[in-house]
């Protein structure tokens, strides 16, 4: 799935963040908090409920299986 994924992202110009070694969760979770300690509100949208320890009043999470904002 994942090379698919990545062409429809390359075609539409999304940037694509992988950093070899560490886990998405992880890349994720690094730039929430470092735009957050900016004041850029962030958005997670995940099912993972392990993110929700980084919900503040900067960043807010989007449940999309359950279509649940926290």
């Known amino acids: 799935q994942l090379p698919y994924i990545r062409k429809i992202l390359e075609a539409q110009n999304v940037p694509i963040l992988q950093y070899?070694?560490?886990?998405?969760?992880?890349?994720?979770?690094a730039i929430a908090r470092q735009a957050a300690g900016q004041g850029i509100e962030v958005m997670i949208v995940s099912s993972d409920r392990?993110?929700?320890?980084?919900?503040?009043?900067?960043?807010?999470m989007l449940n999309?299986?359950?279509?649940?904002f926290i």
């Open 20 to 29: 070899d070694g560490f886990e998405a969760d992880d890349v994720i979770g």
């Open 64 to 68: 999309p299986m359950k279509d649940d």
């Open 50 to 60: 392990d993110m929700l320890q980084l919900v503040n009043d900067h960043v807010r």
